[in-house]
C-alpha cells in the first residue's frame, strides 16, 4: 500500500457562532473567534489517498485527475469565500477546523477513481491542524 | 464523527546528554557534541494530538482554550527557558528528547481529560522528531 499526499491552499473567512448559546456563552466558548464580522485564514490542506502502484504506469492516482477533483468539488467552493454565508455545508453547522475537514472528505471521497481516500488534513494556521480519517 | 486535533507549541531549554552510569570516554562516544560541558540549547515544538467526537453545539472535539492553557500552565511553565538537566523531572534521567516526549505525554495524560490523547511530538531541531503514543 502506498500513500501518496497532494496539498492545496485556501483563503477563507469564517465565524465561531451558535444561535442556540447565548451571547455570552458565543464569547465564553469561542471567544475572538466569535468576532461579529468573522475573520479570515490562509488554510492549508493535505489529501492522502492510499492504494497500490499501477504497474503500467507506476501511480497510485493520476495526480492530474486528483487536483482536477480537489479543485471542482473543494477549492472553488471554499477559496476566497465567506464559509458561514456561501459553502452549504456551514449555512447550518459551525466552520471549525474539525467539520472543514470533515465536510471536505464527504465532498472527496465517492470521487476518486483508482485510490481511497486515507486522510484528509486541514490545517487552520501552521500550529493547529485536525486530521479526519472517516471514523464514525 | 471522530476526528484528530493537533496543536503546536514551541519552548526553548538547554540541555546537556551525560549518563552518571557511563565513564567520560563512554558518554563521549555515546553522545558526542551533545556531551559538551556546559550543554547547549534547542528551540522545542511540542506537537499535541488529541482525538474524539466532535462536538455537534460547538464543532470542536475539545476547546482549544482548554488545552492551550493546561499546555502553557503545565509543560511550557515548566520547561521554556529552563534548563532540563536542572529540573526535578531529570534527577534520574537524561533529558534526552525522547525521555522529555514521554515526560510531556505523561503530564497531558494525567491531567488533560477533555479529550483522548492520541500521541505527543517533539521536534528537537528541523532534522529530529520524536513522537509518543502511550
Known sequence: ?136 | MKAHLSRRYLFSASHRLHSESMSAQENQETYGKCNNPYGHGHNYIVEVTVSGQVDATTGMVCNLVDLDTFIDREVLARFDHGNLNTLQEFAKEVPTTENLCIQIYEIVQRGFPQAHLERVRLEETMMNSFEYAG
Request: charged share 30%; glycine share 4%; net charge negative.
Open chain 1, 1 to 136: 500500500m502506498v500513500y501518496l499526499t497532494r496539498k492545496a491552499e485556501f483563503s477563507a473567512s469564517h465565524l465561531y457562532h451558535n444561535p442556540e448559546f447565548t451571547p455570552e456563552e458565543n464569547r465564553r466558548v469561542f471567544g475572538k473567534c466569535n468576532n461579529p464580522n468573522g475573520h479570515g485564514h490562509n488554510y492549508t490542506l493535505e489529501v492522502t489517498v492510499k492504494g497500490e502502484v499501477d504497474p503500467r504506469s507506476g501511480f497510485v492516482v493520476d495526480l492530474k485527475k486528483l487536483k482536477e477533483v480537489m479543485h471542482r468539488e473543494v477549492l472553488d467552493a471554499m477559496d476566497h469565500r465567506f464559509l458561514n454565508k456561501e459553502v452549504p455545508e456551514f449555512l447550518h453547522q459551525i466552520p471549525t477546523t474539525e467539520n472543514i475537514a470533515i465536510a471536505i472528505w464527504q465532498r472527496l471521497a465517492t470521487k476518486l477513481e483508482s485510490a481511497k481516500l486515507h486522510r484528509v488534513r486541514v490545517y487552520e494556521t501552521p500550529d493547529l491542524f485536525v486530521d479526519f480519517y472517516g471514523e464514525l
